[in-house]
């Protein structure tokens, strides 16, 4: 029986799910403390900030 989905690939295909939302997840939450104590800092937002 050939396998059209090798068990590598769906492993490897969840583990960039799951840095993709974390990036995500980190993004909002940067953005959010920056928001709410109004503390920017040019070279951490410049780092942090993505660009969608």
Known sequence: MP????L???ILYIYFIIIFFLLIINNFY???LLNKTNYTLK???NKMSWKW
């Open 30 to 32: 940067y953005t959010n």
């Open 43 to 45: 070279m951490n937002s």
């Open 8 to 10: 590598n690939w769906i």
């Open 3 to 6: 396998q059209m989905f090798p």
